[in-house]
């Protein structure tokens, strides 16, 4: 990977119209090798981004002991010597900066971004499992993921903490993409990514635009909807093509926004999508259904249980189509795809219990996911297992509690990355709006045993929010604890053993 001046990346910024002030001639000639905003990881020759309301100045001073060129700050500090870059926004600022550090990886990338209220992760890991069965007939490596779940960039595989990375780690992402010789990345991006400038210097080959309904709105967020909304729809000014589901709300909207892409596609159930899904129908506890667009009018099969994935399975389908994917690669990707903690269902040995884990954790997933299990088991009680974050997406404890409430013969309250707000207090907030049974316990794992000690003939319980993660974020700290999926594989032994 080539290497760079300090001037240069100056003359980046300049360019780009950001630098504000940048005279630094003792260093202007030496190479940057690292690129961090944290401190702790400086080693000499890294330039050093200021970045985030918790920054402090010390971090600077840290970074000039270690060995740091310079910094990048909006902000000029007096305890130091070290040579300063100064920007007018540093968030714009980062994603130039990665950009040239890395050497612009995305553009050696078949690069999908994923957008929308629901269904970007399953989304995500069909179009993946697609790709993957077509790169291995061709013998190439599998493709690369970022989202919600977990990262794969053919260097390293790890659990994700937020949908879409700050610009820094995202390009190194690409990077190793690339030098690993992966062709195709298929990514999850935020509104929050969109908003705060993590994706620019970034064009993505196809961008996908799922649904669109009221989440993130809080003071630490999105101020309103329409900010939300409006986050969401700036996808499509990076997009070379746009995909839109002709089933999401503000349809029109969304359609006049896809038109700065060079080419827009629809996808739906709705007659006149240019890849219309219809004839879908259950058979055992399998999900059939036909597509028609101009390449064929096939039947596809899901195995991943929830009506309203043949959704998502639409909009991979559509994808698929663009990078022209031959048609047999498509139903072998789309039958076995799996995504780790979303829709993973697990039985009783005596058929009594069906639990199902999921990340649903807003308004329209809740929707889709309660209304689909009473369609698809309407001789099932429902029990609920969930909770929500704390101080943020505030507006989701009304809607989560009276989804939920509205289906359920009893719902179960718990912690869910409660951070620095007390779960009582969240549980208490969420209770409110429940028009059913409601029991709260901090632990979910005993929220789950508790469920299972309550099902009292044939019942589906759901249990969302967390999935397949292994940590809970208490204070400002993540800690390490067994996932939804262990915690009811667990439980359903014990069930078993004295059933």
């Given at each position: 990977m080539k290497q760079y001046t300090l001037e240069t990346y100056a003359r980046r910024l300049r360019e780009a119209h950001l630098l504000v002030k940048g005279q630094f001639p003792e260093v202007k000639d030496t190479l940057i090798t690292g690129l961090t905003y944290n401190s702790k990881d400086v080693t000499p020759g890294t330039?050093?981004?200021?970045?985030?309301?918790?920054?402090?100045?010390?971090?600077?001073?840290?970074?000039?002991?270690?060995?740091?060129?310079?910094?990048?700050?909006?902000?000029?500090?007096?305890?130091?010597?070290l040579p300063a870059m100064l920007v007018s926004d540093i968030r714009r600022a980062m994603p130039y900066l990665a950009d040239l550090f890395f050497g612009s990886p995305a553009t050696q990338l078949h690069l999908t971004g994923i957008t929308g209220t629901k269904g970007k992760s399953t989304t995500t890991y069909y179009l993946k499992?697609?790709?993957?069965?077509?790169?291995?007939?061709?013998?190439?490596?599998?493709?690369?993921?970022?989202?919600?779940?977990?990262?794969?960039?053919?260097?390293?595989?790890?659990?994700?903490?937020?949908?879409?990375?700050?610009?820094?780690?995202?390009?190194?992402?690409?990077?190793?993409?690339?030098?690993?010789?992966?062709?195709?990345?298929?990514?999850?991006?935020?509104?929050?990514?969109?908003?705060?400038?993590?994706?620019d210097e970034i064009t993505f080959d196809v961008a996908v635009f799922m649904n669109i309904s009221e989440d993130h709105i809080s003071p630490i967020e999105h101020p309103s909807m329409e900010d939300y909304f409006?986050?969401?729809?700036?996808?499509?000014?990076?997009?070379?093509?746009?995909?839109?589901?002709?089933?999401?709300?503000?349809?029109?909207?969304?359609?006049?926004?896809?038109?700065?892409?060079?080419?827009?596609?629809?996808?739906?159930?709705?007659?006149?999508?240019?890849?219309?899904?219809?004839?879908?129908?259950?058979?055992?506890?399998?999900?059939?259904?036909?597509?028609?667009?101009?390449?064929f009018d096939e039947?596809?099969?899901?195995?991943?249980?929830?009506?309203?994935?043949?959704?998502?399975?639409?909009?991979?389908?559509?994808?698929?189509?663009?990078?022209?994917?031959?048609?047999?690669?498509?139903?072998?990707?789309?039958?076995?795809?799996?995504?780790?903690?979303?829709?993973?269902?697990?039985?009783s040995a005596d058929g009594k219990i069906m639990a199902i884990v999921d990340y649903a954790h807003n308004k329209l997933s809740f929707e889709k996911l309660f209304s689909s299990m009473?369609?698809?088991?309407?001789?099932?009680?429902?029990?609920a297992v969930f909770g929500c974050p704390g101080?943020?997406?505030?507006?989701?404890?009304?809607?989560?509690?009276?989804?939920?409430?509205?289906?359920?013969?009893?719902?179960?309250?718990?912690?869910?990355?409660?951070?620095?707000?007390?779960?009582?207090?969240?549980?208490?907030?969420?209770?409110?709006?429940?028009?059913?049974?409601?029991?709260?316990?901090?632990?979910?794992g005993e929220a789950i045993r508790a469920a299972i000690r309550e099902c009292e003939g044939p019942t589906v319980i759901l249990i969302t929010g967390k999935g397949d993660e292994t940590r809970q974020k208490y204070g400002r700290e993540y800690i390490p604890c067994l996932s939804d999926v262990e915690l009811t594989k667990a439980a359903l032994a014990e069930y078993d053993a004295t059933h």
């Open positions: 330039l050093f981004i200021c970045k985030g309301a918790a920054f402090r100045e010390e971090y600077v001073a840290d970074a000039a002991a270690r060995g740091a060129v310079c910094y990048v700050s909006e902000t000029l500090y007096h305890n130091t010597e499992a697609i790709l993957d069965d077509f790169l291995a007939d061709r013998g190439e490596p599998e493709s690369a993921v970022i989202s919600s779940i977990d990262t794969y960039d053919g260097v390293s595989l790890q659990e994700s903490h937020i949908t879409t990375p700050e610009s820094v780690e995202l390009m190194r992402h690409f990077r190793n993409a690339v030098d690993s010789h992966i062709d195709f990345l298929t990514m999850e991006v935020s509104s929050q990514a969109l908003k705060y400038n993590r994706v409006a986050s969401k729809l700036r996808i499509f000014s990076q997009a070379r093509t746009a995909i839109v589901n002709t089933d999401t709300d503000r349809f029109e909207d969304v359609m006049e926004a896809a038109r700065e892409s060079d080419r827009v596609i629809t996808f739906g159930r709705k007659e006149g999508s240019d890849v219309y899904g219809y004839d879908i129908k259950k058979v055992g506890n399998e999900t059939h259904f036909r597509v028609k667009c101009e390449r039947e596809f099969v899901l195995t991943i249980p929830g009506l309203f994935n043949v959704e998502n399975a639409l909009a991979a389908i559509t994808v698929a189509n663009v990078y022209g994917i031959p048609l047999p690669f498509i139903k072998s990707g789309l039958l076995r795809a799996r995504s780790k903690g979303r829709m993973e269902c697990y039985n009473r369609e698809e088991y309407p001789k099932h009680d429902i029990l101080k943020k997406a505030l507006v989701r404890r009304r809607d989560l509690g009276t989804i939920a409430g509205q289906y359920s013969r009893k719902v179960f309250l718990c912690a869910e990355d409660p951070g620095e707000e007390p779960v009582e207090e969240i549980s208490r907030d969420i209770a409110q709006y429940v028009d059913c049974a409601v029991e709260m316990i901090e632990d979910r």
